[in-house]
């Protein structure tokens, strides 16, 4: 399972998470297909998991080596101390082109979330700040490459909150368009974590589908 180093220290790892893996294992699951797990055989150490992506989301993933640094970890993420930057391809353009989506969520079945009605008993606040970095405009319609950086940490956060701006992620099989553009997976990626209070910055370039992607989308408004 091949999971580039991007930082180790005596407290803390981060790799660059692959798609199409699991972060750890989902009921029924072979554990042993779990990254986490895939790790820690690796390493021949413990590693404690701070955070989650998606199965099919790639990017920057961080683990703790020890419990007080998981400790740690988990309240800078809990309380707000962790700033998150994401780079997605969107099958729409956002309107405006930044911002911030300001909504709050529910839970909804089968383990999503969806926008909250106003005044809605256990709504959760929950805004998402964004800028389109470059767009296209194919036979198949308008695509952004867009900078996303949620401000609270819910759960399908920003995949929910494009969707509600008008441009889903491509190949969302959730909150996506039934009929969408086309893209090998879904089209997120975890660019940067940075928790300012533990002196940690780690960034993972763009995943290489997703570069392969961008190419062709200029190749194809070209």
Do not use: C
Request: aromatic share 4%; glycine share 10%.
């Amino acid at each position: 399972m091949d999971a580039p180093l991007l930082l180790d220290t005596p407290d803390a790892i981060a790799v660059a998470k692959p798609p199409g893996v699991v972060v750890i294992p989902a009921r029924g699951e072979d554990p042993g297909a779990s990254l986490w797990h895939a790790l820690e055989r690796a390493r021949g150490e413990r590693l404690l998991v701070v955070h989650r992506l998606d199965r099919d989301t790639s990017g920057v993933l961080l683990f703790a080596r020890n419990a007080a640094a998981h400790r740690a970890l988990s309240m800078a993420f809990e309380s707000g101390g962790v700033h998150k930057t994401y780079l997605a391809l969107t099958d729409g353009m956002p309107s405006p082109e930044e911002g911030v989506i300001d909504v709050p969520l529910h839970a909804a079945r089968r383990g999503r979330m969806r926008p909250a009605s106003p005044g809605e008993p256990g709504s959760l606040p929950s805004a998402t700040g964004y800028r389109v970095l470059r767009r296209w405009v194919t036979s198949d319609g308008p695509v952004a490459f867009v900078e996303v950086s949620p401000r609270t940490g819910r759960q399908h956060q920003v995949r929910v909150h494009l969707r509600y701006a008008g441009a889903p992620i491509l190949a969302d099989p959730v909150y996506g368009r039934s009929a969408g553009q086309a893209a090998p997976r879904l089209a997120l990626h975890a660019l940067r974590v940075e928790v300012p209070g533990l002196g940690i910055s780690v960034e993972a370039e763009l995943a290489a589908d997703l570069a392969a992607l961008v190419a062709a989308l200029d190749g194809r408004s070209s």
